[in-house]
């Protein structure tokens, strides 16, 4: 069974940099699409980045030029950069990895909060 584990979250200033990291036990994610999504308090779950198997990365418009998403099959973990790190970014952030994107079956990691200040 595919365990997801987020980590690197915390409190950052405007302008602030992070560095999240999805670490999977059980199975090997080279073989994974992995994607991170984000939940803000009252609004839904949104895809910010994913990268496939092969290493082609997805950025949501919001998050362009600022996230970057990596994996090190070695290490069977996939970050998420963020820099310029904006108020509106704050929210719970998740790992998802799934076989393809037409899936059904999907592994979600516990969440890991990212609050920027003003």
């Known amino acids: 069974q595919l365990q997801l584990v987020e980590s690197g979250g915390g409190l950052v200033h405007v302008g602030g940099s992070l560095r999240l990291s999805c670490a999977a036990s059980?199975?090997?994610?080279?073989?994974?699409?992995v994607g991170w999504f984000r939940q803000a308090p009252g609004k839904e779950r949104e895809g910010v980045s994913s990268?496939?198997?092969?290493?082609?990365?997805y950025y949501a418009d919001s998050v362009k030029g600022r996230f970057t998403i990596s994996r090190d099959n070695a290490k069977n973990t996939v970050y998420l950069q963020m820099v310029s790190l904006k108020p509106e970014d704050t929210a719970v952030y998740y790992c998802?990895?799934?076989?393809?994107?037409?899936?059904?079956?999907?592994?979600w990691g516990q969440g890991t909060q990212v609050t920027v200040s003003s």
């Open positions: 998802n990895a799934r076989r393809s994107l037409s899936d059904p079956l999907q592994f």
């Open positions: 990268i496939s198997s092969d290493g082609n990365s």
């Open positions: 059980g199975v090997t994610l080279d073989s994974y699409v």
